[in-house]
């Protein structure tokens, strides 16, 4: 059993920067793809970026060239490096893995971009 959590969010002015981490309490090793999805009040939850057991990742259109998804396999951690931020990116996000079996999500954290 593995379990996701996250940390980094907050509040914070547009044009800032955050960095979200999500610590697995197991190895992230054998996690096929690992990613943060995000989901703002009154809408669905929407993947933001991926990445690969193998480092390919995929981005958002809304979040390319703003944000850095990283994964760090000794430290069983992911992290989504959010630069220029702005208000629409006002969300929960959250961690997500999947490995052969199924699939793990965290609980959740929140990043406000308000002045």
């Known amino acids: 059993q593995v379990q996701l959590v996250e940390s980094g969010g907050g509040l914070v002015q547009p044009g800032g920067s955050l960095r979200l981490s999500c610590a697995a309490s197991?190895?992230?090793?054998?996690?096929?793809?690992m990613g943060w999805f995000r989901q703002a009040p009154g809408k669905q939850r929407e993947l933001v970026a991926r990445i690969t057991s193998g480092d390919v990742t995929n981005y958002a259109d809304s979040v390319k060239g703003r944000f850095t998804i990283s994964r760090d396999n000794a430290k069983n951690t992911v992290y989504l490096q959010m630069n220029s931020l702005k208000p629409e990116d006002t969300a929960v996000y959250y961690c997500n893995a999947i490995n052969s079996v199924r699939t793990y999500w965290g609980q959740g954290t929140q990043v406000t971009v308000s002045s």
């Open positions: 197991g190895s992230i090793f054998s996690m096929v793809v």
